[in-house]
């Protein structure tokens, strides 16, 4: 079976720009969520998405936005990029809602680099 | 605000000896610790968790947890340059049933032969 899947893997913005990363999760998988990992930083929770519907924020600004398909994969979408939205944006599945991390598979990421 | 704290390292230690990895915790209501090791370039990967205090082994890895300390700890056994690696800590507390983990900004492990 094919694990989670992130589009794209790069990306290069400036600032001011707008981003929207891409997360498939793995078959069966309803929760998607997504985080932040600045270089020489733990990933930091942005969202969580759950039967279409979000179940989680994370301390992030509202120029952070997502969404969930009806086939549960996910976007991630930045408005007006900052130099400081350069990270890594990981993307993970759960096939529950309330399960532990032992349940949830991340993603390779998306390298996103604003100049 | 719920904050997790380690040593950024790098922690160098010799093939063969034993790496101890150490977390502190602020929210006292937090209820499940986890590991997870993250090569250079790659996603995180889970590697222990722990819910009660006192030890559990896993192979090599053994997890520590002392919450009236707040306190985590990973102990590496035999260590192998494969091992080198950043280690992130998580913490888990009561989030109306999601999993929604804080974590630390996790510690170089650098194991040389």
């Known amino acids: 079976d094919a694990g989670v899947t992130q589009s794209p893997t790069h990306l290069i913005k400036t600032r001011g720009q707008q981003v929207t990363l891409r997360c498939s999760p793995i078959?069966?998988?309803?929760?998607v969520s997504w985080y932040q990992q600045v270089l020489g930083q733990g990933p930091q929770f942005i969202f969580q998405?759950?039967?279409?519907?979000?179940?989680g924020r994370g301390n992030f600004p509202d120029r952070f936005s997502a969404r969930q398909f009806p086939n549960y994969s996910s976007e991630l979408n930045v408005n007006a990029l900052l130099l400081g939205d350069s990270a890594l944006y990981l993307c993970?599945?759960?096939?529950?809602?309330?399960?532990?991390?032992?349940?949830?598979?991340f993603g390779p990421g998306t390298r996103l680099t604003v100049l | 605000q719920k904050e997790v704290e380690q040593n950024s390292g790098p922690l160098s230690v010799p093939e063969g000896a034993i790496a101890s990895l150490n977390c502190t915790y602020s929210?006292?209501?937090?209820?499940?610790f986890f590991w997870y090791r993250q090569y250079s370039g790659k996603s995180p990967e889970l590697i222990m968790s722990?819910?009660?205090?006192g030890d559990k082994e896993d192979g090599r890895f053994t997890a520590q947890l002392n919450k009236a300390s707040q306190y985590v700890s990973l102990l590496i056994r035999d260590s192998q340059p494969s091992d080198s690696a950043t280690y992130l800590c998580?913490?888990?507390?009561?989030?109306?049933?999601?999993?929604?983990?804080?974590f630390g900004r996790g510690t170089s492990l650098i194991v040389h032969p």
């Open positions: 998580a913490v888990n507390g009561a989030s109306g049933g999601s999993y929604i983990p804080t």
């Open positions: 998405y759950y039967e279409k519907e979000e179940r």
């Open positions: 993970a599945s759960s096939p529950l809602l309330a399960g532990g991390p032992d349940t949830q598979y």
């Open positions: 929210d006292r209501v937090s209820q499940s």
């Open positions: 078959s069966g998988h309803k929760s």
């Open positions: 722990i819910y009660s205090n």
